[in-house]
């Protein structure tokens, strides 16, 4: 695992409890992570717009799947 991708799981695990979390919102989380990683590859314009805009409508849905999961609940976004 490179350096960027234990920075990615560092911080989900320093915002939510890995217990509170369901299959769902961890399918969901790793979907942000494949989309970012395939955006970063893509060598069109087009093809980094799209995965662009999965990975920020992922997120989102991550996010508010994850909700009762975070460890501090003032904070509702990363």
Do not use: C
């Not at 217990?19 to 790793?30: R, Y």
């Amino acid at each position: 695992m490179n350096n960027k991708n234990l920075k990615y799981y560092k911080n989900i695990e320093k915002n939510y409890d890995f217990d509170k979390l369901n299959p769902k919102s961890i399918e969901l989380f790793e979907m942000v992570h494949k989309y970012q990683f395939y955006g970063k590859r893509a060598q069109t314009l087009y093809l980094k717009l799209v995965y662009k805009i999965g990975q920020i409508i992922t997120l989102h849905l991550a996010k508010k799947e994850s909700a009762g999961a975070l460890k501090n609940k003032k904070q509702a976004f990363l």
